[in-house]
């Protein structure tokens, strides 16, 4: 008797990741994201929500949390954890008395990571082109991933960098590494991405409680 012969199908090929961002840029939508950030004196974790625009990130929501040392108590963190709230060119910050400090000076919101700010699909595809190494990444949210890695250098600081985009054509991670030209002032963040596509608004605060600008 003569056996059946089953092919194993295909793996399927990686989506491509500008047409799964551009996808994804739907208003009233967004992404969740937790960071964790060093420099040389403090290390921080930053977590919140980005709301998209039809072609970028619109807003930021985040809370900006100290990581202290093994003595300090839940009354110590919860007395330093700050919310900044980002809308357009616009950012709030909470000054820790019920009210908000706006700086209006400021590039428009976005993750505010050096090597991914906007996500916008020309963003992520300048950043793609200019990777120099492309490797198999690890399985991040039941994902694999593959690694691109970069550098971007600008008049007085460097970035080395690089991301994690998963099979789907999501970004799940993002690395940077950057300091100043001499080697000195090195900021390190560490980003995950997740629930992609969810439900976000982010509204400016009530402006009877912008105190001042900062």
Do not use: C
Not at 3 to 32: M, R
Not at 97 to 104: E, F, I, R, S, Y
């Amino acid at each position: 008797m003569v056996g059946t012969v089953f092919a194993t199908p295909a793996a399927a090929a990686p989506a491509d990741p500008l047409q799964a961002l551009a996808a994804t840029l739907e208003s009233a939508h967004g992404v969740h994201y937790e960071t964790v950030q060093r420099t040389d004196k403090a290390t921080f974790k930053i977590y919140g929500d980005l709301q998209f625009g039809w072609s970028r990130v619109k807003a930021n929501r985040a809370i900006v949390e100290p990581v202290l040392g093994p003595s300090a108590t839940m009354e110590d963190v919860h007395e330093k954890i700050r919310e900044t709230i980002w809308v357009g060119d616009d950012v709030y910050h909470d000054d820790g008395a019920g009210g908000w400090k706006l700086n209006d000076d400021v590039v428009a919101a976005g993750l505010d990571d050096p090597a991914v700010h906007s996500l916008s699909v020309a963003e992520i595809g300048a950043l793609v082109k200019s990777a120099k190494k492309k490797t198999a990444g690890t399985v991040i949210d039941g994902v694999s991933t593959t690694v691109y890695e970069g550098r971007k250098r600008g008049k007085t600081r460097v970035t080395d960098w690089k991301v994690w985009i998963g099979s789907d054509g999501l970004i799940r991670r993002v690395t940077s590494d950057t300091t100043k030209n001499d080697g000195k002032d090195r900021t390190v963040r560490d980003t995950y991405l997740t629930e992609w596509g969810k439900q976000v608004w982010i509204y400016a605060p009530d402006q009877r409680f912008v105190t001042s600008k900062s």
